[in-house]
């Protein structure tokens, strides 16, 4: 599979094919991506090697992407998430160590290089993150983790279990409302949805099934913004 520096956008109320939009600053693969209703912010992946580059786009616009800044660590196979001011990277591979569970942020409405933030309560490669304007959560991860974890966006510290996912699974993907549901969809051979309230703890429950098995995806929200 080849890497790509590709940025495509969708108007969401609406149906109908992607419309590009730039590119990134180089090809990479699994990155991760979150954003708040000005930004779209995209850090670490595999390019040749594992990276440590965060970039960024002004999402009422079209264009390339600007160098924001640096991860702590380059990092990959990892999720992220943000609120209107903070964006979160969080597990992951670091490149050339193996799993990690460093936990970093930014100010999105500034730029310059990631802080750390605190640990998650387990390494896991391939996970997924969702968020609200208070909470980040991380779910799942190789090997079929079903672990939950979260942290408080405005504050730092490490992260608290939350509870488990109903079916432990990696490459899975997450969105958010914002306000009120995390999303868990798929991962490696699952078509399990599954959703947790984010204000509280406790395990998730079944929301439905995808059409088929699928890994790798990603997924987005109008209520969370983003590309």
């Not at 992407?65 to 990277?89: E, K, P, V, Y």
């Not at 490696?188 to 984010?198: F, H, K, L, P, R």
């Amino acid at each position: 599979m080849a890497r790509v520096n590709i940025i495509d956008y969708i108007t969401i109320a609406s149906a109908g094919n992607a419309t590009d939009f730039g590119n990134l600053i180089a090809t990479v693969q699994a990155a991760a991506s979150c954003s708040n209703s000005t930004r779209n912010i995209t850090g670490g992946g595999e390019e040749s090697a594992g990276v440590d580059r965060i970039q960024y786009v002004t999402i009422a616009s079209t264009g390339n992407a600007t160098d924001f800044g640096d991860l702590t660590i380059a990092q990959a196979n990892h999720c992220s998430g943000s609120s209107t001011t903070r964006g979160l990277w969080a597990g992951g591979i670091q490149w050339a160590v193996g799993d990690t569970n460093v936990i970093s942020y930014v100010t999105i409405a500034s730029t310059g290089n990631a802080t750390d933030f605190g640990d998650a309560t387990s390494t896991a490669e391939h996970p997924a993150g969702a968020s609200s304007n208070t909470r980040f959560l991380r779910g799942g991860g190789m090997s079929s983790s079903n672990v939950i974890d979260y942290v408080t966006i405005a504050s730092t510290g490490n992260a608290t279990d939350f509870g488990d996912l109903t079916v432990g699974r990696g490459r899975l993907s997450a969105t958010s409302n914002k306000d009120t549901y995390a999303v868990f969809i798929g991962g490696y051979n699952s078509n399990v949805i599954d959703y947790v309230t984010m204000a509280s703890t406790g395990n998730a429950s079944d929301w439905g099934d995808c059409d088929a098995n699928v890994q790798h995806a990603g997924a987005l929200s109008n209520n969370h913004g983003g590309l």
